[in-house]
């Protein structure tokens, strides 16, 4: 009997952070199609978001060496 109140007590909690995660997720997808909206480009993929958060970390390469 006990067992069964725990099961369901833990089954609720694994559905609350379910349901966390998703409205999360659909939060992110919203905040990131109205920034795309607002900038005037395409709705950017997941892949496409995460290459550009890495690109974002690259150094520049000029053409002239500001150290010679």
Do not use: C, F, Y
């Amino acid at each position: 009997m006990e067992q069964e109140r725990l099961k369901r007590i833990e089954e609720k909690r694994l559905q609350e952070e379910e349901k966390k995660r998703q409205e999360e997720e659909e939060a992110q997808h919203k905040l990131l199609s109205e920034n795309n909206a607002a900038h005037g480009s395409d709705i950017m993929d997941a892949e496409t978001s995460e290459q550009v958060n890495l690109d974002k970390g690259k150094a520049m390469v000029s053409g002239s060496d500001p150290w010679s």
